[in-house]
Structures are given as structure tokens and as C-alpha cells.
Nanobody, 116 residues
Framework: QVQLVESGGGLVQAGGSLTLSCTASGSWLRFNIMAWYRQAPGKQRELVATISSGGGNTDYTDSVKGRFTISRGNAKNAVYLKMNSLKPEDTAVYYC?????????WGQGTQVTVSS
């Protein structure tokens, strides 16, 4: 069973930056289109960014375009989310997972809190 592990969250002031990391047991990440999702309190989980298996194609939800960058590690068994110019509305628990179904079992996520 693939275990996703997200890390790198924290408390940051508005305008600050964080880089999130996603790793998994084995080599599963490199063969899948991967994504970062987030879930704010009282809201549904939303798709934030996606990256192709080769890393050459990325896509972002409109609210983070120009501020967030998704990337893969050199061995493509890690996925990162560089977040700049953070806003209070970016506060959420961030998760990674593959895009296609069936998805991996969700990890615990990493909390990002942006203070105003």
C-alpha cells in the first residue's frame, strides 16, 4: 500500500513563502500525474496544482497561478509545491495524491496557516 507523506507546512505571515514536499514509499509517484490538493476548514477539498509524470506539464487553479509552483524531484519520486506571496485564504491542510482513480490512500496532509 502506498503511503503518502506530506511535510513543510507551518505558520507564515501574509506575503511569505513555504515549500511543501510529498514523498511516498516505493517509486509510485514517478509514474503518475500528481497533484496537490487543499482543504480549508468547513470547505471541500480542492485541486490546487497538477504535474505530469515527466514533469514537463503543470496546471494550477486560478487562485494560485503566478504564486505557486509544482515540481518534481530529480528522481521524480518526490513532488514539491513552492508557495510564494501567501494569503490568509491559502490557509488549509495540503495533501498530495495522484489525479487518476483509484487514488492512493490519503496521507495526513500538512497544515499551512497564513496570518494577516
Amino acid at each position: 500500500q502506498v503511503q503518502l507523506v506530506e511535510s513543510g507546512g507551518g505558520l507564515v505571515q501574509a506575503g511569505g513563502s513555504l515549500t511543501l514536499s510529498c514523498t511516498a514509499s516505493g517509486s509510485w509517484l514517478r509514474f503518475n500525474i500528481m497533484a496537490w490538493y487543499r482543504q480549508a476548514p468547513g470547505k471541500q477539498r480542492e485541486l490546487v496544482a497538477t504535474i505530469s509524470s515527466g514533469g514537463g506539464n503543470t496546471d494550477y487553479t486560478d487562485s494560485v497561478k503566478g504564486r505557486f509552483t509544482i515540481s518534481r524531484g530529480n528522481a521524480k519520486n518526490a513532488v514539491y509545491l513552492k508557495m510564494n506571496s501567501l494569503k490568509p485564504e491559502d490557509t488549509a491542510v495540503y495533501y498530495c495524491n495522484k489525479v487518476s482513480n483509484p487514488q492512493f490512500v490519503w496521507g495526513q496532509g500538512t497544515q499551512v496557516t497564513v496570518s494577516s
